[in-house]
């Protein structure tokens, strides 16, 4: 026979009135693990990210120009409000009163200017004639001269009226263009978009510009937060540094030329130094354009060297100006965008997304500038680099 098995102990009830131990029902489905993210998910993620920017760039292309220039307000006038917001000012009137005066500064700066262009421009088209024969004459001078000194077999009369045409179409074409330029550009801007919607939309980011800021930083994988946030602060580094510097140079160097070319005499100063002014913003292309500008249109209107040496002493006095003051002082060692990079970027984003392009070329140019050296400094820390050359055995 088998032996008896033992019988389990029977359960004691509990005394009455005690407490009944209860057990947690066993939780069901069980809460998942979260699985680490492998190299491949991540490079989609980065890559769907940025061809879905890009595709947005593509499709919203013609409604976003008041938008970025909204956010490139916003980001400007960000460190005068935390400046004021820490003496005490609420951020929405902060940056109530900034939107607000900045606005009131264009409007004034708008009605100033533009009876001043209108007035040049009519100019141009009235002298465009004289200038061209002024011109015309001051080339044909400079020939004789080098036909007399050189002997007529290095300067020939064919290769003198050849010159004396091409100049003078060339000033015909430099006052159309810049008659075609300023009328244009005056277009380009819609003006209801312009007074409107873009001091709106620039309200409203630099009122919630730390909120925004801390909800994208929340959405940061948290994996790559920390590396994130450093290529972030890098970037504004050298973008405020570069951005706001080099606005306040267009400015100076505009006021500077505009009014020294008008007090040598020239007709047209008001228009070429602001021009200058504008296109200074991408390095080197400003001063080049309006020096050659007004040296050609000093030569039309007073046909005498003396007047070109003037034109051209006050360019030199905007070169020293630029040099060793405004550029030292206004951005120092802070800026890391080379200038060929910068005019690469200027050009690659106006041929890809037009003035849109543009506006963004310059914060796209300083994010990969950063970001290139971030992997530069890997890759120099990197096995890639460092490992040591084979010896043979």
């Known amino acids: ?65 008041p938008f970025v220039l909204a956010i490139c307000v916003a980001y400007f006038l960000d460190p005068p409000v935390t400046r004021m917001r820490r003496i005490g000012v609420p951020r929405g009137l902060a940056a109530f009163l900034l939107v607000l005066g900045l606005a009131a500064l264009c409007l004034l700066a708008v009605l100033l200017l533009y009876p001043l262009l209108i007035a040049q421009i009519g100019i141009l088209i009235q ?80 009122r919630d510009w730390p909120r925004i800021i801390a909800r994208v930083d929340s959405w940061l994988p948290r994996r790559s937060a920390h590396t994130l946030r450093q290529l972030a602060r890098d970037t504004d580094r050298v973008l405020s540094a570069w951005l706001r510097g080099q606005l306040l140079c267009c400015l100076i160097l505009g006021l500077f030329y505009a009014g020294g070319l008008q007090l040598v005499g020239l007709e047209l100063g008001l228009i070429v130094g602001l021009m200058a002014g504008v296109l200074s913003f991408i390095p080197y292309v400003g001063s080049l354009t309006g020096f050659v500008t007004a ?64 506006l963004l070329a310059v914060p796209m140019a300083a994010a990969i500038g950063v970001v290139a050296r971030y992997w530069l400094r890997r890759y120099l820390e990197s096995p890639l680099y460092l490992d040591p050359p084979r010896t043979g055995s």
């Open 1 to 65: 026979m088998r032996p008896e098995e033992p019988r389990p102990p029977l359960p004691v009830p509990p005394p009455r009135g005690a407490a009944v131990p209860t057990q947690p029902p066993p939780a069901w489905p069980a809460p998942a693990i979260p699985r680490a993210a492998t190299r491949s998910q991540r490079m989609a993620l980065v890559l769907g990210a940025l061809a879905a920017i890009l595709f947005a760039l593509w499709l919203f292309s013609a409604i976003l120009t």
């Open 295 to 358: 040296v050609l249109l000093a030569a039309a209107q007073f046909g005498s060297w003396q007047g070109i040496a003037l034109v051209v002493a006050v360019f030199v006095a905007g070169q020293i100006l630029e040099g060793y003051f405004i550029y030292p002082r206004l951005l120092g060692d802070r800026v890391e965008l080379h200038a060929v990079w910068v005019i690469f970027a200027l050009f690659a984003g106006g041929v890809a997304f037009g003035f849109l392009g543009v």
């Open 127 to 206: 002298r465009l004639p004289a200038y061209v024969t002024g011109i015309s004459t001051l080339v044909q001078q400079a020939l004789e001269r080098a036909q007399e000194a050189f002997g007529p077999e290095v300067v020939d009369a064919q290769l003198r009226d050849l010159a004396v045409r091409q100049a003078g179409a060339m000033v015909t074409f430099l006052g159309t263009a810049v008659g075609r330029l300023i009328g244009g550009g005056v277009a380009l801007f819609n003006v209801f978009t312009l007074v409107v919607v873009t001091p709106i939309v620039a309200f409203y980011l630099l």
